[in-house]
């Protein structure tokens, strides 16, 4: 069994990117800030440590959450995989990123700030929510739809 799950929380550093890949679907994509304090031992003054993160977001909900209210400074809690591109840039050389990314079932993301309203509330969308949508209700569903032939009442334990 191998987990592949990043958690991040950040702020986001400058107005997320939004394109149309060839499939319709649009694909957002931005850096997220993580900033770790903490007092030296020593010397007793602050220090800071920040760690840039570029995301990446295909899932179309969320894809379209992060279009219409991410903006530079939002914080977000974020749950997705790390990936790994290669490609080959203009000098001929070999390149390499490492990505966060938000797609499928297990992608999560959280306003956890509301600039554009006096509260302090935020706003969770996750893949799971947005499948749930895109199943009828079950008055709507037909039973017979669902008869399978093939399944095997046995349990095998």
């Not at 809690?77 to 966060?100: C, F, P, S």
């Not at 996750?126 to 009828?136: D, L």
Request: without cysteine; negative net charge; aromatic residues 8%.
């Amino acid at each position: 069994m191998a987990i592949n799950k990043v958690i991040l929380v950040g702020n986001v550093g400058k107005d997320p990117e939004v394109r149309t890949m060839s499939n319709g679907n649009d694909v957002a994509t931005f850096s997220l800030a993580t900033t770790d304090v903490w007092k030296d031992k020593t010397t007793h003054e602050r220090k800071e440590k920040t760690e840039w993160h570029r995301i990446v977001v295909y899932s179309p909900g969320l894809a379209n959450i992060v279009k219409l209210y991410v903006k530079k400074g939002t914080k977000l809690y974020i749950e997705g995989a790390l990936q790994t591109r290669k490609w080959v840039g203009n000098d001929g050389l070999e390149k390499y990123t490492t990505e966060v990314v938000l797609q499928g079932f297990n992608a999560v993301l959280q306003i956890l700030d509301s600039r554009s309203s006096s509260s302090n509330s935020s706003s969770s969308y996750s893949n799971n929510e947005e499948a749930m949508e895109a199943f009828p209700e079950p008055d709507e569903v037909n039973a017979d739809e669902f008869v399978d032939e093939k399944i095997d009442d046995t349990i095998p334990f």
